[in-house]
């Protein structure tokens, strides 16, 4: 047996917690106890410096380039790995750039443009027809995804309160989804803003399309020029986009939300936290989220109260997310050969892994996902209860 097989073999065995086989070199090893769950195939050995820089990009990149396989249920093979990931190596040293990216308007621009103009067409084939792009709510068993995103939008709709008349600024828009059912159903004025020109281009297409141009606008501009515009909203969610504002911008971002919303005005802020204040997975910031961070629950709430809100709610739909994830993963799959036909096999692999193993990791409670509902000073005039 190889030295190198020898330290493959070492280091996999911290991952016991679980029994899986590991192929390498035409020989076949048992790591942990029981029945083995899943096959790891190793064609091309990683290298141990590779391994003991970053375990996550070193595993993750062989699995991109086909280095490694597994055999068996991918979700299963990734639960175990992700559920033990104190056993995960991290120079920090190598990665400043990735794990300390700058947190700059340009630069947040270039990062935010990777990830979401990736083409309309692209997303288009495995979400749901609204082309929401965050966790859903099911409300029953058997919803479908597309009901799910819609129960979700009007679930968030439902607990800002709306009244007929009133504005709404949606930080962070997506394709605009949320601001146009809230004009349909509420008969509120939208104004939403995006980084992304895809989805700022799909967005006008969408509210042409439904007559909407007096009561909803999209503008591709960073949030932080809005409180230049002088106006201020009655309401202001955001869903799914502080995961990008970086660490040193969270403050800059109450507080401009603050500014941007009248006094008696609600927040509702929707996003992916983190249960401490860490730098994230390497794989996941260079490859899918460049300088993508997850705010965690304690500081958001710290931050509020540094500015003039109040939180009157908070709430996790971490399975609900799992179960989102999911439904994305099994649509993948469906048209996974046109993706790899348009953009490489290497491309497929990596959303793959991706969208599999945040299933995973909202599954195992290794991150979560919280809406915040805010009000701007004390507010006596809503219901009792938050069931209303």
């Known amino acids: 047996m190889h030295i190198l097989d020898n330290f493959m073999i070492h280091y996999l065995r911290r991952f016991d917690k679980h029994c899986f086989t590991v192929q390498l070199h035409d020989k076949t090893y048992i790591i942990g106890e029981g029945q083995p769950l899943f096959n790891v195939i190793i064609h091309k050995d990683i290298p141990k410096k590779e391994l003991l820089a970053s375990t996550s990009l070193a595993l993750g990149e062989a699995y991109m380039r086909k280095d490694v396989e597994i055999q068996g249920d991918l979700f299963t093979a990734l639960r175990c790995f992700l559920s033990q990931t104190s056993q995960f ?215 509020a109260y540094d500015d003039d809100f109040q939180v009157i709610d908070v709430e996790s739909l971490r399975r609900h997310y799992y179960k989102t994830l999911m439904c994305w993963f099994n649509n993948f799959q469906n048209v996974r050969d046109e993706v790899i036909a348009a953009r490489g096999e290497e491309f497929a692999r990596m959303w793959d892994l991706y969208l599999c193993g945040c299933a995973v990791s909202f599954y195992i409670g290794n991150i979560d996902i919280h809406q915040i509902l805010m009000t701007k000073g004390t507010k006596n005039d809503l219901p009792m209860t938050r069931w209303y």
């Open 89 to 303: 190596s991290l120079d920090k040293s190598l990665f400043k750039r990735i794990l300390y990216p700058s947190e700059s308007k340009s630069a947040q621009k270039k990062q935010v443009s990777s990830h979401y103009d990736l083409g309309n067409d692209f997303y288009a084939k495995w979400l749901d027809p609204s082309m929401s792009y965050s966790c859903a709510y099911f409300k029953n068993e058997d919803d479908s995804l597309e009901q799910a995103q819609h129960n979700k939008v009007h679930y968030i709709l439902e607990k800002l309160y709306l009244k007929e008349g009133m504005t709404l600024l949606d930080i962070g828009c997506g394709w605009g989804y949320l601001l146009i059912e809230a004009a349909k159903k509420y008969g509120v004025k939208g104004y939403g803003c995006t980084l992304s020109k895809e989805q700022w281009k799909k967005g006008q297409e969408r509210i042409e399309k439904l007559g909407l141009q007096d009561l909803v606008q999209i503008d591709l501009i960073d949030y932080r020029d809005l409180v230049a515009e002088g106006r201020q909203y009655d309401r202001i969610v955001s869903v799914g986009m502080l995961e990008h504002v970086g660490r040193s911008n969270y403050p800059l971002y109450m507080e401009t939300a603050s500014h941007l919303l009248k006094d008696g005005g609600m927040f509702l802020l929707h996003y992916i936290s983190g249960h401490d204040e860490s730098i994230g997975n390497p794989w996941m910031r260079k490859y899918i989220f460049p300088g993508g961070t997850l705010p965690s629950l304690r500081e958001i709430v710290s931050l």
